[in-house]
């Protein structure tokens, strides 16, 4: 519809703007609720696009778009098609807190904030501000919905502004001031330093010449005869000026006491300006009386629906569902939404590490199926589970991934697809193998396979970051313990009695880490890690035997897992648990162990060594207990030899167990008198934990 001169003047009406919130704004919304704000409802600075109309029917949308999150201060994203204006987001915390928030307070306060930018002037430097916006909005973050509402604050004055006249551009322009004026907006929106200005001043000289100035060169458009148009970019494609217009005449009133404008609403065609379909058109407006005291605050108009001279009504919030983004990732999300609610009011998860670390678990029983369980709902996604049995019937009560269809199959074959199920997003790798048991002596035919697996057990260790030791007899700790002190890697032992049990972390090794110096130094003392610090214990620093198997000569209670119901899964929290403290730590694996009642510095919560529970007394103890010069596991006297031997030593120790009591004084320790007296830090009673 073309614009037309009227020969009566009426009010001013102006075209509303339209708003393409996109569906990636909002996605970017939620993740940086969800990630950094947590409960924090303050306002946040963003940024929208605004353009002028593009297309000759269609009208240019204000966008709202993924780079919209940074505030136009740190945002470089800006082109002829996207002049950047600054906003505000207000995102509550519940539904309730959207609903109860004062929309006319909230467009008022915006409003003087466009008031300020005017009279101060930041508006000639900056004229993007007279377009200042504000969305609030919900986030659900749960059903993946947002609810909010868009406005454009414009200020309302006391009276009317009148419009005059409104006619094509080209029915008030000569030829040649139409062709000039053309070929000045072509320079004007190819420059990076002027397309992405809004609003503008056009000169128009005597000789028909056109020339566009920025706001800030008003005093250099005054005098010579020329003619001056208050020009901005329009995104309308009617016959109405569009809402920009509103807050421009405010600007021009306030700040220059002009009291009757001509303006131009510039639009293009495909990418050029159009002449023939941008508007001229004549306004006039007192002067607002009141304006300039500091604590005045206008009325304003602007949320989306509500036109002015009407009273407001209750705006319907708008909804837009994100489930469609990305379904893939979606159930990963969700997975993982608990952990990152928890850093909301109490300790931010670092679920990029968790995400990362490699953990191999050894046994895939009532303990390793738990604690796989549990680190992945930790966040864990990189898991390699060994074992050697079979799922059989007794397994579906007291083992929580195997079904009946399981039995008969390897544990390790049947645990993969049970893990997935629950987590696809999880690297899981199922490896059959017998761990080799000191004390389980070696035929001949069977000492190439148990090298072998001796050898695949030092790769696995390598090539994870964490070993949760979780087998169920006592020999079968020794190897696995070995490898991770001479490697340094965390590792998590979890034990089981009848009705108590053990979860502990291993201290670091001795001089695993530094310089040759610093380990060659360390060397010397099988007590200090390469920190200087007293190292913690293994599994076996308290024990004054060497390993044997402790299966053949057992009556059956004693070979099976016979505990009480519930104990497994009690004590694979507990590892799971203990294992993120300690990966959390800023120490890591050399962080000194806590004791309850003393205080803490990890950050989430005590971080013990040893913890040992009792379910017929309902008891805890947290123990700490340093490493032993004399540890059949970890001490410097087993580590270097293992170092210097290699696998031979290993193979020699699983056939001869008493060479490792010679090996580090214990046979020596047990014929002394002076053994009455070595006291023990922490002691507790050998027979909590019966494996």
């Known amino acids: 519809m073309e614009a037309r001169a009227e020969a009566a003047a009426r009010p001013l009406q102006a075209a509303a703007i339209g708003v393409c919130a996109e569906t990636g704004f909002w996605d970017a919304l939620r993740r940086l609720k969800l990630d950094v704000l947590g409960t924090d409802d303050s306002p946040i600075p963003i940024t929208g696009y605004y353009t002028p109309r593009q297309y000759e029917k269609i009208a240019s949308l204000f966008r709202i778009c993924p780079e919209s999150i940074l505030p136009p201060s740190v945002n470089s994203f800006g082109d002829r098609n996207n002049c950047p204006v600054p906003g505000t987001l207000l995102n509550t915390n519940n539904m309730r807190g959207f609903q109860n928030l004062d929309r006319a307070l909230l467009l008022k306060s915006e409003a003087k904030k466009i008031l300020y930018d005017i009279t101060s002037g930041k508006v000639e430097e900056n004229p993007a501000l007279l377009l200042r916006f504000l969305v609030i909005s919900f986030a659900d973050l749960k059903n993946w919905k947002v609810y909010y509402n868009v406005a454009f604050p414009s200020l309302i004055f006391d009276s009317k502004i009148t419009l005059l006249s409104l006619k094509l551009a080209s029915a008030v322009l000569s030829q040649e001031e139409a062709i000039s004026l053309s070929k000045t907006f072509t320079e004007w929106r190819k420059s990076s330093e002027t397309t992405v200005v809004p609003f503008f001043l056009i000169d128009l000289s005597p000789d028909s010449s056109a020339t566009i100035r920025q706001l800030k060169d008003w005093k ?378 003393t205080s803490c510095e990890g950050p989430l919560g005590l971080l013990p060594h040893q913890i040992r529970g009792s379910l017929s007394q309902y008891n805890l103890l947290t123990l700490l207990g340093y490493s032993s010069s004399n540890c059949t596991a970890c001490s410097n006297a087993v580590l270097s030899e293992y170092r210097r031997r290699g696998m031979d030593f290993v193979m020699q120790v699983i056939n001869e167990p008493t060479y490792l009591e010679d090996l580090t004084g214990l046979t020596d320790l047990m014929k002394s008198a002076v053994y009455s007296q070595v006291e023990w830090v922490d002691e507790a009673d050998d027979d909590e934990i019966d494996i």
């Open 220 to 597: 250099a458009c005054q005098g010579n005869g020329q003619k001056l148009l208050f020009g901005f970019y329009d995104h309308g494609n009617r016959r109405f000026p569009g809402w920009a217009l509103r807050n421009y005449i405010a600007f021009v009133s306030l700040r220059w006491k002009i009291e009757k404008v001509q303006f131009f609403c510039y639009r293009e065609k495909r990418g050029r300006p159009d002449v023939q379909q941008s508007l001229i058109g004549e306004a006039s407006f007192p002067v607002p009386h009141g304006w300039d005291e500091p604590d005045y605050v206008p009325e304003a108009i602007g949320w989306e629906g509500e036109t002015t001279g009407k009273e407001s009504k209750e705006t319907k919030p708008k909804e837009i569902d994100l489930s469609s983004i990305n379904p893939a990732s979606q159930d990963e999300e969700k997975q993982l939404m608990h952990l990152k609610l928890m850093g909301w009011r109490h300790f931010p998860v670092n679920l990029d590490k968790l995400s990362r670390v490699r953990c191999l678990l050894l046994g895939a029983g009532p303990l390793g199926c738990e604690v796989a369980r549990l680190l992945m709902t930790w966040g864990v996604r990189k898991l390699t589970v060994v074992d050697d049995g079979c799922v059989s019937m007794s397994d579906l009560v007291k083992q929580s991934l195997y079904t009946d269809k399981d039995c008969g199959v390897p544990r390790v074959t049947a645990i993969v697809p049970h893990l997935k199920e629950r987590c696809s997003a999880v690297e899981v790798e199922g490896i059959q193998m017998e761990i080799p048991m000191l004390g389980h002596n070696i035929s001949a035919s069977k000492l190439s396979s148990v090298h072998d697996d001796c050898k695949h057990l030092q790769t696995l260790v390598d090539s994870n970051d964490v070993v949760f030791l979780l087998n169920e007899t006592w020999e079968s700790m020794w190897l696995p313990t070995l490898l991770c002190a001479d490697k340094n890697k965390i590792a998590i032992t979890a034990a089981l009695g009848y009705d108590s049990y053990l979860v502990m972390r291993h201290g670091a090794g001795p001089g695993m880490r530094g310089s040759a110096d610093v380990v060659a130094a360390a060397d010397k003392l099988s007590a200090e890690d390469v920190l200087g610090r007293q190292r913690l214990g293994c599994y076996f620093c308290n024990d004054v035997v060497a390993p044997v198997d402790s299966v053949s000569n057992r009556t059956l209670d004693q070979q099976c897992t016979v505990t009480r119901p519930g104990l497994a899964s009690i004590a694979s929290g507990r590892a799971a648990d203990l294992f993120t403290r300690l990966l959390h730590h800023p120490d890591g694996i050399h962080a000194p162990g806590e004791i309850a009642g």
